[in-house]
Nanobody, 121 residues
Framework: QVQLVESGGGVVQAGESLRLSCAAS????????MGWYRQAPGKQRELVATVTQGGSTRYADSVKGRFTISMDNAKATVSLQMNSLKPEDAAVYYCNANLRRRTTLYSLDFWGQGTQVTVSS
């Protein structure tokens, strides 16, 4: 009924760029916010960047100035432009959406399946 599908992951060299995209589909009434989280082996999942329906953004200190998040409300998509990638950016990146379904009066968090980003030095 609600699905988040990520795309754009892959293998890149340090210093190169990558763009991740996530499309939300299904019985969606309203998306309040979308974001990207990542988890590297042996580490906790951490927030990378978020954007609200109103356009407010927040970034982890480690990616600020290098990554840019954007959301297209009409298309129900969120993108993460990642520039100057570093080996420490390597992780599985997960798309998140806080949204209200048409069949409910409340909002919940939904997650994508994750996409692998590998950065070689």
């Amino acid at each position: 009924q609600v699905q988040l599908v990520e795309s754009g992951g892959g293998v890149v060299q340090a210093g190169e760029s990558l763009r991740l995209s996530c499309a939300a589909s299904g019985d969606i009434f309203r998306i309040n916010a979308m974001g990207w989280y990542r988890q590297a082996p042996g580490k906790q999942r951490e927030l990378v960047a978020t954007v609200t329906q109103g356009g407010s953004t927040r970034y982890a200190d480690s990616v600020k100035g290098r990554f840019t998040i954007s959301m297209d409300n009409a298309k129900a998509t969120v993108s993460l432009q990642m520039n100057s990638l570093k080996p420490e950016d390597a992780a599985v990146y997960y798309c998140n959406a806080n949204l209200r379904r048409r069949t409910t009066l409340y909002s919940l968090d939904f997650w994508g399946q994750g996409t692998q980003v590998t950065v070689s030095s």
